[in-house]
């Protein structure tokens, strides 16, 4: 029997992901990517042990961790005054309780420490400056359309992201929509930084129909930045610059110091809409799957996105790998299993979402139910997503 031939749209973190996935099962790939080089987009994220593990299994521990900050703990705090609310703590505790640590990486070091895995595999080819604008199936084969040119494979993977191109090639794909929130986001040099804001701990400020994450990336050297307010905003592409002067209108108003002090700063903000894709439509037509934010895109309240990319890279892979001539029968199998845990995953952050940006007596009642807990039960909430292990959700 010959090998399958798996095509992939989008060199982002699922579809490189899934591409080392694979070859890490002994099944080459081709990825295609629009952008004719890979700069340094976006700014930092989290990932969690649920994804680093994965990571690691793909041999990537050590560019991980050369990379990677690893927090002591997650403070919530008030966005108006500072004043702390509870302290889950992370460092050694998150690595004993779900064998792995929890890293800060920038975007931009992730994808690139995977694109360094993938330039060094040769089961995987990399196409860059490949623009996908289109696809067809039939029983025996699926055709990626890139640039006019037609490239035949047993399996098409969309890991193309929430305005993806393959999206409209299986029926019943739920489309993305604006959540009615932006994320601002920038990274401050350390040098300019707040002096009493930590630098080994991820900072979350909570306010009125707002929130702030603050945490540390590439070593500690930047401060990276993220405001989320809700806002009716929908550019036509992923960002757009963003004017401060916004940011300090909204805050002014609310009489909120604290996160004044940086929207204060000279700095380059980036306006991003925050959008979504309900799990609950498809992901799979016959020899054709979307992963990731083609899949599921969900708001950021949990910092999962990333995380649940990577896990369907995973679980992508192994049911190809064990797909044999039945390609459609896995993909089906990929859905089954992936679907359940995204979805509730989505939820969760949807309700995290609300929860963050309450105000008046509810957010009082919020600040004292959470000291009233502590961090280490806070923490313990969320075991069934850092404590997942590939395979544990089989269907």
Not at 39 to 65: C, F, H, K, M, W
Not at 169 to 174: E, M
Not at 195 to 212: E, G, I, S
Not at 235 to 247: C, F, I, N, R
Request: proline share 6%.
């Amino acid at each position: 029997m010959r090998p399958l031939r798996v095509g992939i749209a989008g060199a982002g973190i699922a579809g490189l992901t899934t591409a080392l996935a694979l070859a890490h099962r002994g099944i080459g790939s081709t990825v295609f990517e629009r952008a004719a080089k890979l700069s340094e987009v976006g700014a930092g994220l989290q990932v969690s042990p649920n994804a680093g593990r994965i990571l690691e299994g793909l041999g990537l521990t050590a560019a991980l961790d050369r990379a990677a900050v690893l927090p002591e703990a997650i403070d919530m705090r008030s966005g108006r005054t500072g004043e702390p609310i509870v302290t889950l703590p992370l460092g050694e505790r998150a690595r004993a309780a779900y064998g792995a640590p929890y890293r800060l990486v920038h975007r931009a070091d992730l994808q690139a420490l995977l694109l360094e895995a993938v330039d060094a595999d040769p089961r995987i080819t990399l196409k860059l400056g490949a623009e996908v604008t289109g696809s067809r199936q039939s029983a025996e084969a699926a055709t990626l359309v890139v640039d006019g040119a037609a490239h035949e494979f047993d399996c098409l993977v969309a890991g193309d992201g929430v305005r993806s191109t393959l999206r409209s090639a299986v029926p019943g794909a739920a489309p993305f929509k604006p959540s009615g929130r932006t994320a601002w986001r920038t990274t401050i040099p350390i040098g300019i930084a707040p002096r009493d804001l930590p630098h080994q701990r991820t900072t979350v400020l909570l306010n009125r129909a707002a929130h702030v994450v603050i945490y540390p990336v590439r070593g500690g050297r930047l401060i990276n930045v993220i405001v989320v307010i809700e806002e009716d905003w929908d550019g036509p592409e992923w960002s757009a610059p963003g004017d401060a002067a916004v940011l300090r209108r909204r805050f002014d108003a609310d009489s909120t110091r604290f996160v004044s002090r940086f929207t204060g700063l000279d700095l380059q903000w980036t306006r991003w809409c925050l959008t979504e894709v309900d799990p609950r439509g498809s992901w799979v037509d016959g020899r054709i799957a979307l992963i990731g934010d083609a899949a599921h895109a969900m708001v950021p309240f949990l910092a999962q996105g990333a995380a649940m990319a990577i896990e369907d890279a995973d679980a992508l892979a192994t049911v190809i790998a064990t797909a044999g001539n039945s390609v459609p029968e896995a993909l089906r199998r990929y859905e089954a299993i992936r679907r359940p845990r995204a979805t509730r995953v989505w939820k969760t952050a949807r309700q995290a979402g609300q929860i963050y940006h309450l105000g008046g007596p509810m957010a009082v009642a919020r600040d004292m139910t959470m000291t009233a807990l502590g961090g280490a039960s806070l923490l313990k909430r969320y075991d069934w997503i850092y404590g997942w292990q590939p395979g544990q959700d089989a269907a």
